[in-house]
């Protein structure tokens, strides 16, 4: 008989436990038959019940779990001659041995749990964190890696920080640890000065966050090499979904001698790194001798100021 497991807000919950063509004696327990009925909250016994479910949810999403790679197993699904799972990606890494028992893995399938993962829907994993989609157990991993709830990197350039988190947890993130200012408004004026402008490889400035119209923006500013030849960028992130920064556009300007150099586009996504838009040039590039020249003086000091504004654009 084929197994079914649906998840979702103001349904039942029913499993039928399929007949297993695999060895894990654990998939038959976990499979338990169990019904309920999430809309008979009032009834004193719901919640118990609910918690067997979720304990039956839990207890397949570990038999699905690869214990090498730690990731939702999809078919194929490998097992060894005693019954332990592994998926089919990871059986080159462990040189073709069960990492369980160190047996030798062949190519024999676990055909049971490719059953019941094709059965299965579930709830996304960023559940607690606003995601109400639920997917079938082969889709839920590529939504997973594009859902608009999953965690953000730290925008912070300049260090490999492996900090994740929602908006306002990388806000605080940014303040307390990067120690990153935070302005309240829509315009800047920001003044840069470095003593030695020749050495321009690779040097960061510290990274600001601007909240406008109730978001928050990252202006980034930066010396590299573009070939050979040394140059300034500043750029903006939005701290949110590429389509929502679809929603605004922004300016930046400087200049100095009576000259000056503009730039207008609309900010990208932190999903983007900070890397990945200074290589596209998507943002204001000044060269050196113009930095210098826009520096006055001596031309020995880097003295750039960057103005900008931040705009909604309009049907937004």
């Known amino acids: 008989m084929k197994g079914a497991f649906t998840m979702a807000p103001g349904s039942s919950i029913v499993t039928v436990v399929p007949e297993s063509d695999c060895g894990d004696d654990g998939l038959s327990e976990a499979l338990g038959s169990i019904s309920l009925d999430v809309e008979s909250s009032s009834k004193p016994w719901s919640t118990s019940l609910a918690n067997v479910a979720l304990s039956s949810l839990a207890g397949l999403n570990d038999l699905l779990e690869c214990p090498v790679c730690t990731n939702s197993m999809r078919p194929p699904i490998l097992q060894c001659p005693n019954g332990h799972t592994i998926c089919s990606s990871c059986k080159h890494r462990v040189d073709n041995h069960c990492p369980t028992c160190r047996q030798e893995l062949g190519n024999i399938r676990c055909l049971a749990l490719e059953k019941v993962a094709d059965q299965l829907q579930l709830p996304c994993k960023y559940q607690s964190m606003g995601c109400a989609e639920i997917h079938p157990y082969k889709n839920k991993l590529k939504h997973e890696e594009l859902c608009r709830f999953r965690p953000y990197n730290c925008p912070y350039a300049g260090s490999e920080c492996l900090i994740t988190g929602d908006v306002p947890f990388l806000v605080s993130h940014l303040i307390n640890d990067h120690k990153v200012d935070l302005h ?24 600001t966050v601007f909240k406008c119209f109730g978001q928050h923006f990252c202006l980034h500013f930066e010396a590299f090499l573009l070939g050979m030849a040394p140059v300034y960028m500043a750029f903006l992130r939005f701290m949110g979904e590429e389509s929502e920064a679809q929603g605004f556009g922004y300016s930046l300007e400087v200049g100095g001698g009576g000259r000056k150099l503009t730039w207008q586009g609309t900010p990208r996504s932190i999903r983007d790194s900070h890397r990945k838009v200074r290589d596209s040039f998507d943002g ?33």
């Open 284 to 316: 204001l590039i000044i060269h050196r001798n113009m930095a210098l020249f826009f520096s006055g003086g001596s031309r020995q000091e880097l003295k750039l100021r960057v103005t900008g504004r931040i705009w909604r654009e309009q049907g937004q």
């Open 184 to 207: 309240e408004g829509c315009t800047f004026n920001h003044r840069y000065v470095k003593p030695n402008p020749y050495e321009v490889e690779n040097a960061t400035w510290m990274l």
